[in-house]
């Protein structure tokens, strides 16, 4: 017998808006040691699939309506909260997707870590603190004895993830449910963090359900996949079945999604855009510390038309090279030439007639727009402020850019949180596209997108990019996102750059062991080999 | 789409479109919507019509004894009551309420134009200017503020505006405190930045994309400031520093029936309901204001 059984599990929202149907009749069974991904988007209902198991969804607004979870001879949905309360972390652990903000900044490591054991087991603290010691040495942290005294802010975020592992796994759980658990961490990361996850199932053949919103990441991981729409199941099989041959249309299409290259038309310039040479941007470190070196000595040239695709991990400087070429921060030192003005050292003011030329799209369409500002002001601020066209003419330029952007002319007076995240991100476009720029800088436009609505906003960007005539430092730490649409790549690390050339240099005939390392940390690339060329979308060793 | 349709639809949508200021367009429609806020809203602005013509609708004068009557139970020609001096007690609220109303809204808005307006540049500029500024903050703090307003009093005489002047004064420290807490935290997020790189200045930026995002404890601070400074300006006048007698406020009022709760509860409990009703209609028009002014609060 499966060792979970889900039975026709529904759960809806009874909110003041109506009933939202999150999840609506599913069924699954997870067996014992194996893996069972549920891939959606986000909305999809997989979290809270998960989560009405263990009694964590708010009731009301919350209400299971029907169903069963069958877990050692019990039903999970008719307990008490008392009787859940042995179940969680015991029976079932969770995983959380943020390790940034899963871990408590107050307490220290260890102390988390043995909080669920003196919970089920009521061990002593020094038995407790040694079993937490192995435990961390487990999930691959050295000084591990050591490390238990420290605060979650001296961990990286993929170390954080690891203790976050940890606990989930120190009260010895059957089932480990895993809510996005490599999405907020960076791809070399994100391979190490899948790594470990299979080591430890197979060491200690715990079952793990593993939910997503990429089905490359799950590609290596899961034995059996469901794939989650509107609260309902459109395809479930095994892993082979899903990849191999993919019946419905969602399906495919989110297979689709895993970005294929598509590089667009030889259109590039010899002209020079923007040069950089010997840049150099320090920050102060804290009190008697030396100063920390985010861009270390990079000197490079964007050509007029380019889509220069920047790659490296979180730290190695790459946010900073992109806010400092647009001087929202100030060069330490070196030139930042813009259009043959040596911008290095203008003030505010001299930069403002040069502002309009020269525009950023953030990472984070949920706080790059203000969330009191609708469309329309969003949009009629920069129009305005540059004089690019007045009053009278400014519905009808507002109306072009939504046109431009894909966006619904009639939510021009909504505001931001009434939007998705892809239309959130569309609006952000149509704001720095709005002053009609030459230069746009883009900083991990779509790394806090769904992967559906990954591909189209990149779409979007290169029709733009093409039809504008516009030059993009594409900022990411996704090659195959950069791969999809830059001309040419440069590689950084530790504030250096230590690689650039055109896409298939890179991609097939990498100089540096870090960018090799980055290549072989792209999640599903095993999947693909051995496919016909065309969807060999991130293939990388010939 | 024919190209027909398509320019229909552009003039419908251009013909609902706000100019300008949307959020406070948008929030006044939410605010209407509001049936505690509006309500509230109304009573506030009776209270100050009343007071605005007390002169000459008052039945008696304000400083009118009769001290044969005393302090008589409400009836038919003192429909209030009358104090120990056979004084009206009705004429006396209203007139009361002149200046209560008065303190509390102008020592208030003092309060607000300063506070907010110094926090706002000391958060958004940081590092030594934002030390600097809010190091002076806790200077004043630490200064006892009844030894500055008699300083004021003594320097310039006594003068109600100034008085209302000096309240404000001394409130403004906590609302450039709580300012100052809100505008670093939004500092950071990143439409700040989008806006910086479109070029828009400071100040723009300080009060188009800030200020609007800071409102919702700025607004409940508020609420809770206009009671408290006219609390304040009772304790002064009981001091001798506020108003004299026979003039009154709320504060007053209340002060003096609480001496004689008990043998004349009228004196207590009517000043006492004026300067409640008021606190409720106050707390209802500022959570509605909040809510109306935050585009995320449920919308139907």
């Known amino acids: 017998m499966a060792l979970l059984q889900v039975q026709d599990l529904t759960v809806h929202f009874h909110t003041r808006n109506g009933i939202v149907e999150a999840v609506n009749g599913i069924s699954f069974d997870v067996e014992a040691g194996k893996?069972?991904?549920?891939?959606?988007?986000?909305?999809?209902?997989?979290?809270?699939?998960?989560?009405?198991?263990?009694?964590?969804?708010?009731?009301?607004?919350?209400?299971?309506?029907?169903?069963?979870?069958?877990?050692?001879?019990?039903?999970?949905?008719?307990?008490?909260?008392?009787?859940?309360?042995?179940?969680?972390?015991?029976?079932?652990?969770?995983?959380?997707?943020?390790?940034?903000?899963?871990?408590?900044?107050?307490?220290?490591?260890?102390?988390?870590?043995?909080?669920?054991?003196?919970?089920?087991?009521?061990?002593n603290k020094n038995t407790a603190w040694q079993k937490g010691v192995e435990i961390l040495e487990e999930v691959g942290i050295q000084n591990a004895a050591q490390r238990m005294n420290a605060w979650p802010f001296e961990f990286s975020g993929g170390m954080r993830q690891r203790v976050v592992i940890a606990m989930a796994l120190v009260a010895e759980p059957e089932i480990i449910i895993a809510d996005e658990p490599t999405t907020a961490l960076d791809v070399t990361v994100q391979a190490q963090i899948l790594r470990l996850l299979k080591e430890l199932q197979e060491r200690r053949n715990i079952s793990v359900i593993f939910i997503s919103h990429d089905l490359s990441v799950v590609s290596d991981i899961a034995d059996e996949i469901a794939v989650m729409q509107n609260g309902k199941f459109v395809e479930q099989g095994d892993r082979e079945a899903i990849f191999r041959n993919p019946q419905h249309d969602y399906t495919k299409k989110l297979l689709a999604a895993v970005p294929a290259t598509q590089k667009k038309s030889e259109t590039v310039d010899a002209v020079p855009q923007v040069s950089l040479s010997n840049l150099v941007v320090e920050f102060p470190g804290g009190k008697g510390q030396e100063k920390i070196r985010a861009v270390d000595n990079v000197t490079l040239e964007i050509k007029h038309r380019e889509i220069l695709g920047l790659v490296g991990e979180s730290g190695s400087g790459k946010s900073t090279l992109g806010r400092s070429v647009l001087r929202l921060l100030a060069p330490t030192s070196g030139q930042v030439v813009f259009e043959e003005q040596d911008i290095s050292k203008y003030s505010r003011s001299q930069m403002k007639p040069l502002r309009r030329r020269m525009q950023m799209i953030f990472q984070d369409p949920y706080s790059s727009l203000n969330p009191r500002m609708t469309v329309y002001d969003t949009l009629a601020e920069p129009l305005l402020l540059h004089q690019i066209c007045n009053r009278k003419t400014l519905d009808a330029e507002i109306f072009a850019l939504m046109d431009s952007v894909g966006l619904p002319r009639e939510s021009v007076l909504r505001y931001p949180h009434e939007f998705s995240g892809g239309q959130r991100q569309r609006i952000a476009i149509g704001r720095a596209i709005s002053t009609k720029p030459s230069f746009i800088v883009a900083d991990e436009p779509v790394s806090a997108l769904d992967v559906t609505i990954q591909s189209q906003i990149l779409d979007l960007l290169l029709d733009l990019v093409k039809r504008f005539d516009l030059t993009m430092l594409f900022i990411s730490h996704d090659l195959g996102v950069v791969r999809y649409l830059s001309d040419r790549i440069v590689v950084m690390k530790d504030g250096r750059l230590v690689e650039s050339g055109s896409v298939e240099a890179v991609f097939e005939n990498p100089s540096e062991d870090y960018t090799r390392a980055l290549l072989d940390a792209i999640p599903g690339k095993r999947l693909f080999v051995g496919d016909s060329a065309e969807s060999v979308g991130t293939e990388t060793i010939p | 789409m024919t190209s027909e349709s398509g320019s229909v639809e552009i003039i419908n949508i251009a013909l609902e479109m706000p100019k300008g200021t949307s959020l406070w367009k948008d929030g006044w429609h939410r605010l209407r919507q509001n049936k505690l806020a509006i309500h509230g809203f109304s009573y506030l602005l009776l209270l100050i019509l009343i007071c605005l013509v007390t002169p000459w609708i008052a039945p008696y004068g304000y400083e009118e004894q009769n001290l044969r009557l005393g302090a008589v139970p409400p009836s038919a020609e003192h429909w209030l009551g009358t104090d120990t001096f056979g004084r009206d007690m009705l004429t006396r609220i209203l007139y009361g309420g002149r200046i209560s109303l008065a303190v509390g809204f102008i020592a208030t808005a003092v309060a607000l134009i300063i506070g907010v307006t110094y926090g706002a540049i000391a958060g958004y500029a940081g590092g030594k200017i934002d030390n600097a500024m809010m190091r002076l903050v806790d200077i004043f703090y630490a200064l006892p503020y009844m030894i500055f307003i008699i300083l004021l009093m003594v320097v310039f005489g006594r003068n109600l505006l100034l008085l209302f002047l000096a309240i404000g004064a001394v409130e403004w420290l906590v609302m450039a405190r709580i300012v100052r807490g809100q505008i670093q935290s939004l500092r950071q997020q990143e439409y700040v930045e989008a806006a910086i790189s479109l070029g828009l200045s400071p100040l723009a930026i300080i009060f188009k994309h800030l200020m609007p995002n800071a409102i919702g404890p700025v607004i409940v601070y508020t609420t809770l400031t206009i009671p408290n400074v006219m609390l304040l300006e009772a304790f002064l006048s009981f001091l001798g520093l506020g108003i004299q007698p026979p003039q009154s406020s709320w504060g007053v009022l209340i002060a003096y029936g609480v001496e004689t709760m008990e043998e004349y509860p009228w004196l207590l409990i009517f000043p006492g309901l004026a300067l409640s009703t008021t606190l409720f209609a106050l707390n209802f028009l500022g959570d509605g204001l909040r809510d109306a002014l935050d585009p995320k609060a449920s919308r139907d």
């Open chain 1, 35 to 123: 893996t069972f991904a549920i891939i959606g988007e986000s909305g999809s209902g997989k979290s809270v699939a998960c989560y009405s198991m263990l009694g964590l969804v708010p009731m009301p607004p919350g209400r299971i309506e029907s169903g069963k979870v069958l877990f050692q001879g019990q039903d999970l949905l008719g307990l008490s909260e008392r009787a859940l309360r042995k179940v969680r972390g015991k029976g079932i652990s969770i995983i959380f997707q943020d390790p940034m903000t899963s871990l408590n900044p107050y307490l220290k490591i260890g102390d988390q870590l043995i909080e669920s054991l003196r919970q089920h087991f009521g061990m």
